[in-house]
């Protein structure tokens, strides 16, 4: 079985200041990562994934999370958040190994105050 | 076009009404997958399907029935709609490392 806990609902940040997302996650066996972007009125888009390669891991739009296996945490970062980063951002968790089911977290609206 | 779309964007209509929700991808995904999104649930599972004619409940299966006699199709039915699901429902399709491609949503609301 696998969980994933989003911590902060909205997150409110000034333009031009550290992004961070927090997500921690529960899993049996070596877990697949995620983070998800959604923008209002959109299908959810993915941001980054961990895959068991590297743990720091590049996304687009100058995103990155770091896979800390000690701490069972994949918290999003970016340093200069732009006004256009407004969104809700999901962490979302699958097992490795063929399972396919991926579970989400509730997400994480992001306000980028200008 | 290439991806995934969903129709009709936006739904209107009445308790005990039946109403189906298209999924259409271009990918050839086996898999494929229908949640709703409710504030303060995030994402949930209600039916997925590995290929043609498989299909499984997920997490909020009830008031709900799904088939997939086509891989690029996975019509989601609300054979007796409730208030209760009044939601923003997508449909996804998994490619590579369990990645899940979203299509833009359908916003249904019952009165």
């Known amino acids: 079985a696998q969980s994933v806990t989003q911590l902060g609902s909205h997150v409110s940040v000034s333009e031009g200041a550290l992004v961070l997302l927090r997500c921690n996650y529960s899993?049996?066996?070596?877990?697949?990562l995620f983070w998800y972007v959604q923008y209002p009125n959109q299908g959810l888009q993915l941001l980054l994934k961990?895959?068991?390669?590297?743990?720091l891991v590049k996304g687009i739009n100058g995103f990155e999370a770091e896979f800390k296996k000690s701490e069972t945490s994949f918290h999003l970062t970016k340093p200069s958040a732009h006004m256009s980063d407004a969104a809700e951002y999901f962490c979302?968790?699958?097992?490795?190994?063929?399972?396919?089911?991926?579970?989400f977290g509730i997400g994480t609206k992001l306000q980028v105050i200008p | 076009d290439a991806g995934i779309t969903q129709s009709p964007r936006y739904k209107i209509t009445e308790t005990g009404r039946q109403v189906t929700l298209m999924c259409h991808q271009t990918?050839?995904?086996?898999?494929m997958f229908w949640y709703r999104q409710d504030l303060g649930h995030g994402l949930r599972l209600i039916y997925y399907?590995?290929?043609?004619?498989?299909?499984d409940k997920g997490e909020v299966p009830d008031g709900y029935v799904v088939s997939r006699s086509k891989t690029e199709n996975f019509p989601l039915t609300l054979e007796s709609a409730t208030r209760s699901q009044t939601s923003v429902y997508f449909c996804?399709?998994?490619?590579?490392?369990?990645?899940?491609?979203f299509g833009p949503g359908t916003r249904l609301l019952v009165l």
């Open positions: 979302a968790v699958s097992l490795s190994g063929g399972y396919q089911k991926v579970t």
């Open positions: 961990y895959t068991s390669a590297a743990t």
């Open positions: 996804a399709s998994r490619g590579v490392a369990e990645t899940q491609y």
């Open positions: 899993s049996s066996v070596p877990p697949y």
């Open positions: 399907s590995a290929a043609a004619d498989i299909t």
């Open positions: 990918w050839s995904h086996s898999y």
